[in-house]
């Protein structure tokens, strides 16, 4: 009985390590990127954009379709039961045999190939969209993500500093030679940094959540981002704006608007031609008839457009056209403002950016260290220590952010043309 327990339990911790392991395993999953290799994988794994290719073929499909031609449809009569001789299915009795065929007129079928060829192309351009939105979400959490974690750092740095100084004042609190007050202020600043950081770690878990989502990998993933940054003085004036302006006619956006004024256009003629009936025409051959033994006939059915000619849907079709028409002057005023809006912000950043002194955070980074030091020597108060962490965290935090909102201000200019017009990180 012994002899059972022991390697029930054996087994159970055999469990527990391998669970603790797998764990471990899990929890290592890192991946180390760069924005180029981030937007390879995102190119061909993201499902939406996957999922979006479909609507192409759904399209390409519809102009298929459209170019077919009506099936021929046969008819064949057969009476069961003749009373006259008391049989059943008599096929050398009478029958009937009718062949027709529907022939679309007024060039519908034409049309109707045209309007579906416009619609593919507006299908390619909203995949264009599409993938230009993804992209740029992709770029901007991979930029934040990069940024999040040299905020990470800065606490790091602060944490470790403050941690080894306090090792330092607990033996000299039990030595009686520092006081209570300081000791408990340099913890709570402790913790303080600790909460602020624990804020930072969640903020990061939501973005590596979304870049998971964009790339399609493991939800246990950690993605680990590399960048490059080259923040020049990019040359911001009217002949620039002007060049801007003209691309915006490039863009998806003005494009699936351009097309859709083409498709309610080409709906439009459809529906008018709508207007003409189509014609029926077929074969018939009767045996055992009324008249003749064998008979052969020709006809054709065209129905009359005396009540329904289309109406409705010929001013529903013009409706929609000139909506398309008003929407895309819409479209073409809301681009022009937001091209300003995000020039005007990016050139505005970026001058207050390169004013700054960039070599600012370096100084302080030599300087922190000094100030730990002296206070650890007592040259320096606990105010005056806490007063200079606090101006570093601060300035540190604040040149990163700086940083990232002028490359995210710049990132706005190609989101909105759709291209790296402006190349910023790498």
Do not use: C, W
Not at 36 to 59: D, P, T, V, W
Not at 376 to 403: A, C, P, V
């Amino acid at each position: 009985m012994k002899k059972i327990i022991s390697l029930n339990l054996l087994f159970i911790l055999v469990l527990l390590i391998s669970f603790g392991k797998q764990n471990f395993l899990l929890a290592q999953q890192e991946i180390k990127l760069s924005l180029a290799e981030a937007e390879a994988i995102f190119l061909q794994n993201n499902l939406q954009i996957i999922a979006e290719r479909f609507s192409i073929n759904i399209a390409e499909a519809n102009v298929i379709q459209a170019k077919l031609f009506e099936n021929p449809e046969f008819v064949f009569e057969q009476f069961i039961y003749t009373a006259d001789d008391g049989k059943y299915f008599d096929f050398g009795k009478q029958n009937v045999m009718q062949l027709e065929q529907l022939f679309v007129l007024a060039g519908k079928r034409k049309k109707l190939v045209s309007f579906e060829n416009i619609n593919l192309e507006i299908a390619q351009f909203e995949f264009q969209e599409l993938l230009r939105e993804l992209r740029n979400t992709l770029r901007e959490k991979f930029i934040e993500t990069f940024y999040l974690k040299k905020h990470i750092l800065v606490y790091d740095k602060g944490i470790n500093y403050l941690k080894k100084l306090i090792d330092v004042y607990d033996k000299q609190y039990e030595k009686g030679n520092v006081s209570l007050i300081e000791r408990v202020r340099l913890k709570a600043l402790l913790l303080d940094l600790q909460t602020e950081k624990f804020e930072l770690e969640k903020e990061l878990i939501e973005v590596n959540k979304e870049l998971n989502i964009l790339l399609n990998q493991s939800e246990q993933t950690l993605i680990n981002p590399t960048l490059n940054t080259e923040i020049h003085s990019f040359l911001f004036n009217d002949e620039t704006y002007n060049l801007l302006t003209k691309e915006l006619a490039k863009t998806p956006q003005m494009q699936i608007a351009k097309k859709q004024i083409e498709a309610d256009e080409a709906n439009l003629k459809l529906q008018k031609a709508m207007r003409i009936p189509d014609l029926t025409l077929g074969l018939i051959y009767e045996r055992e008839g009324h008249l003749r033994p064998e008979n052969v006939g020709l006809y054709f059915n065209i129905p009359l457009p005396i009540f329904n000619r289309n109406q409705g849907e010929i001013k529903v079709a013009e409706a929609q056209y000139y909506q398309s028409h008003t929407l895309y002057q819409f479209q073409e005023k809301e681009m022009l403002n937001e091209l300003y809006a995000v020039y005007s912000k990016a050139n505005e950043t970026l001058k207050f950016y390169h004013s700054l002194d960039t070599e600012l955070a370096d100084d302080f980074e030599k300087l922190i260290e000094g100030i730990t030091l002296s206070f650890e020597r007592k040259t320096i108060s606990m105010l005056e220590f806490i007063d200079y962490y606090e101006t570093y965290k601060g300035t540190s935090l604040q040149l990163q952010n700086l940083e990232k909102e002028t490359i995210l201000s710049i990132e706005a200019i190609n989101f909105l043309l759709g291209q790296n017009y402006f190349r910023v990180v790498e």
